[in-house]
């Protein structure tokens, strides 16, 4: 299995970019999925998951702004990222849980960069 992301890129802030993440392999089921991120010097935070059902959660810094979706016939999720702030900077990190048989096991895709000038 593995997670390939993709869109990241250099914007101004107020700017918009959309992040891609696809899923392939032997994929039995995909539950939760979502994207998280990781600036320099600093710890990977969470930034949108959604669920097999539609269900969404953000980090408050980012409500209002970025929109998680996904389409699971494609088995891929988009992160709309708009009014981006210099503090959005980071390279954002898709994961999924996914199921090549019966159990579930978290997957992480490679990392695309986002960096948002002032």
């Known amino acids: 299995v593995q997670l390939q992301a993709s869109g990241g890129g250099l914007v101004q802030a107020g700017g918009s970019l959309r992040l891609s993440c696809a899923a392939s392999?032997?994929?039995?089921?995909?539950?939760?999925v979502g994207w998280y991120r990781q600036a320099p010097g600093k710890e990977r935070e969470l930034v949108a998951t959604?669920?097999?059902?539609?269900?969404?959660n953000y980090a408050d810094s980012v409500k209002g702004r970025f929109t998680i979706s996904r389409d699971n016939a494609k088995n891929m999720v988009d992160l709309q990222m708009n009014s981006l702030k210099p503090e959005d900077t980071a390279v954002y990190y898709c994961?999924?849980?996914?199921?090549?048989?019966?159990?579930?096991?978290?997957?992480w895709g490679q990392g695309t960069l986002v960096t948002v000038s002032s």
């Open positions: 392999g032997n994929i039995f089921s995909i539950n939760v």
């Open positions: 994961n999924a849980d996914i199921a090549t048989t019966g159990f579930y096991r978290h997957y």
């Open positions: 959604i669920t097999t059902g539609g269900s969404t």
